[in-house]
């Protein structure tokens, strides 16, 4: 999420142009998107992070169901 913020920033930066950033080539700004495209749609997926966090996630749901149901059958609160 970071680099999309980072995109953005640099986007509007380049399209106000703002100090710096007029000059600077879009090639930076293009060549961003596509690393940022690459990390979020093959990276993730090869190394399993974008299901890290779901399983996590179901995880935490998980526990506390269970939790929930130990209570209920032994009659605590």
Request: proline residues 0%; charged residues 30%.
């Amino acid at each position: 999420m970071f680099a999309i913020i980072v995109l953005f920033l640099l986007l509007v930066l380049k399209v106000a142009e703002i100090s710096i950033f007029a000059n600077m080539s879009w090639w930076w700004i293009v060549g961003g998107a596509i690393a940022t495209f690459f990390w979020f749609e093959v990276f993730e997926r090869v190394f399993g992070l974008d299901k890290r966090k779901d399983h996590a996630h179901f995880e935490k749901i998980r526990k506390e169901r269970v939790k929930r149901a130990f209570e209920k059958k032994t009659g605590k609160r």
